[in-house]
C-alpha cells in the first residue's frame, strides 16, 4: 500500500516504509514453502522435516477412501467433514489446516519454537505420523477452534 501511494502521489509523499509488505504479488509462490522449509530445517532438524513429510503421505494415504477422510477429519479436528472427492475441498484443508500452520510458526516464531514444534512432531511414542501432525497443529493457537475444510 506504501509503495502505491509513493507512487500515487509523488508529491505529497518523500518517503515510504513497509515493514514485511510484498513489493511484487504473485498466485503461485513456491519460493516461499521453500524458505519456510529450510527454516525448519536450519532451526529444527532433518528429522524434523521427515516427520513431516511422513505425516502427509499418511494424511493423502488416508484421503483415499472414505473412513480414511472421516478420520483424517476427526484427527485434525476439522469444521466440517472433509469431502475428498472435491478437489477445491481437499486443497483448502491442506492450505489452512497444514500449510498456513507452518508459515505461522516460521513467520513468527519466537527463539526455540520452530525447536519445540519439532520435538513434538518427532515424539516418536505416537506411531501414526498423521496423528502426531495432527496433534501438533491441533494444539497451535492459529488452528483452534477447528481447521476450514470446506471451499
Given at each position: ?33 521453500e524458505v519456510i522449509t ?114
Open positions: 500500500m506504501v509503495t502505491w501511494m509513493r507512487l500515487a502521489y509523488p508529491h505529497l509523499v518523500d518517503a515510504a516504509f513497509s515493514d514485511s509488505g510484498p513489493l511484487y504479488a504473485q498466485e503461485d509462490f513456491p519460493e516461499y514453502l529450510e527454516a525448519i530445517r536450519s532451526q529444527g532438524s532433518e528429522e524434523c522435516l521427515t516427520s513431516i513429510q511422513q505425516g502427509m503421505e499418511r494424511v493423502v494415504e488416508l484421503l483415499g477412501t472414505t473412513n480414511g477422510a472421516n478420520q483424517v477429519s476427526q484427527m485434525f479436528r476439522t469444521c466440517s467433514p472433509i469431502d475428498a472427492s472435491n478437489a477445491l475441498d481437499v486443497a483448502t484443508f491442506f492450505w489452512y489446516g497444514v500449510t498456513e500452520t507452518f508459515a505461522y510458526l516460521v513467520q513468527y516464531a519466537r527463539p526455540g519454537q520452530i525447536a519445540q514444534a519439532c520435538a513434538a512432531l518427532n515424539n516418536n511414542t505416537v506411531s501414526d505420523p498423521a496423528q502426531r501432525l495432527a496433534d501438533w497443529i491441533t494444539s497451535r493457537p492459529t488452528t483452534q477452534p477447528c481447521v476450514k475444510s470446506k471451499y
